[in-house]
């Protein structure tokens, strides 16, 4: 309740911050940039900011928790047809000395010694518009974590970060996916996407996750995100199903 109420505060205080200029929320999944100097801002999605009309870089706004940068660089554009790569470099420990504890947010052992680990992430974007303002991405993906020894480091097996740390225990996560984003209206934004994860930590281990978000325009900088997102997956205990909704404010100038 309190990040509800954190939420529509942020929202009342910057609906009245439009300036003279149109800034539509245009981040997306897809290899297209964000423009040259716009800035993205959201309680819970990555920080953008377009470097130039073909670069933009991003980062983890709990940085002091998941220190994580990423770029995406439009390599090639043209007419409707796009093509780019994502770069991301994440160091985990912090986050995973934090989950290392008792209570609510214990989700590894106290004990638990973590090494000293970084996660390199590479994918690869095809962005087709098959109709105007309609966006398909097909996507491939692959992470690697150069370490010094695999031998303590514990597993998370926990709903939606196993698959995203499960390259710490492994020598490579291999994943693909298809982005969709489509404009409704001029206000409304549909977005759908499916992500496969390879996690060759255990025999046919596996994550499937299929996404479906909504995202309203409120007024010029300030736009109201919804959606969900479902894990059908294989982890080391099992087969397993999982489901997280979330709602998220965005702000760009």
């Given at each position: 309740?309190?990040?509800?109420g954190?939420?529509?505060?942020?929202?009342?205080?910057?609906?009245?911050?439009?300036?003279?200029?149109?800034?539509?929320?245009?981040?997306?999944?897809?290899?297209?940039?964000?423009p040259?100097?716009?800035?993205?801002?959201?309680?819970?999605?990555?920080?953008?900011y377009?470097?130039?009309?073909?670069?933009?870089?991003?980062?983890q706004p709990?940085?002091f928790?998941?220190?994580?940068?990423?770029?995406?660089?439009?390599?090639?554009?043209?007419?409707?047809?796009?093509?780019?790569t994502?770069?991301?470099?994440?160091?985990?420990?912090?986050?995973?000395?934090?989950?290392?504890?008792?209570?609510?947010?214990?989700?590894?052992?106290?004990?638990?010694r973590?090494?000293?680990?970084?996660?390199?992430?590479?994918?690869?974007?095809?962005?087709?518009?098959?109709?105007?303002?309609?966006?398909?991405?097909?996507?491939?993906?692959?992470?690697?974590a150069?370490?010094?020894?695999?031998?303590?480091?514990?597993?998370?097996?926990?709903?939606?970060?196993?698959?995203?740390?499960?390259?710490?225990?492994?020598?490579?996560?291999y994943?693909?996916?298809?982005d969709?984003?489509?404009?409704?209206?001029?206000?409304?934004?549909?977005?759908?996407?499916?992500?496969?994860?390879?996690l060759?930590?255990?025999?046919?281990?596996?994550?499937?996750?299929?996404?479906?978000?909504?995202?309203?325009?409120?007024?010029?900088?300030v736009?109201?995100?919804?959606?969900?997102?479902?894990?059908?997956?294989?982890?080391?205990?099992g087969?397993?199903?999982?489901?997280?909704?979330?709602?998220?404010?965005?702000l760009?100038?």
């Amino acid at each position: 309740m309190r990040v509800l109420g954190l939420a529509l505060a942020v929202v009342l205080i910057c609906v009245d911050l439009a300036q003279a200029q149109s800034s539509l929320v245009v981040s997306s999944g897809s290899a297209q940039t964000i423009p040259k100097n716009r800035l993205e801002l959201s309680l819970f999605q990555l920080w953008r900011y377009g470097v130039s009309d073909k670069v933009e870089i991003a980062a983890q706004p709990l940085m002091f928790l998941v220190p994580q940068i990423e770029a995406k660089v439009a390599w090639w554009s043209q007419k409707h047809v796009t093509l780019g790569t994502r770069q991301r470099v994440s160091y985990p420990t912090p986050l995973l000395n934090t989950l290392a504890t008792d209570g609510a947010f214990g989700l590894l052992p106290k004990t638990s010694r973590i090494p000293q680990s970084v996660i390199f992430d590479l994918d690869g974007l095809l962005t087709v518009e098959v109709a105007p303002r309609h966006m398909l991405t097909p996507w491939i993906g692959a992470s690697v974590a150069p370490r010094g020894s695999t031998a303590n480091m514990p597993l998370l097996d926990f709903p939606f970060l196993y698959s995203r740390f499960a390259v710490l225990k492994t020598t490579a996560v291999y994943r693909v996916g298809v982005d969709y984003n489509g404009y409704l209206g001029d206000h409304l934004r549909l977005a759908a996407d499916i992500k496969v994860f390879v996690l060759p930590v255990i025999a046919g281990g596996y994550s499937c996750e299929p996404g479906l978000s909504l995202r309203w325009l409120a007024a010029k900088h300030v736009a109201l995100e919804g959606g969900g997102r479902m894990e059908f997956a294989r982890f080391p205990a099992g087969n397993q199903f999982h489901y997280l909704p979330y709602v998220d404010v965005l702000l760009a100038w």
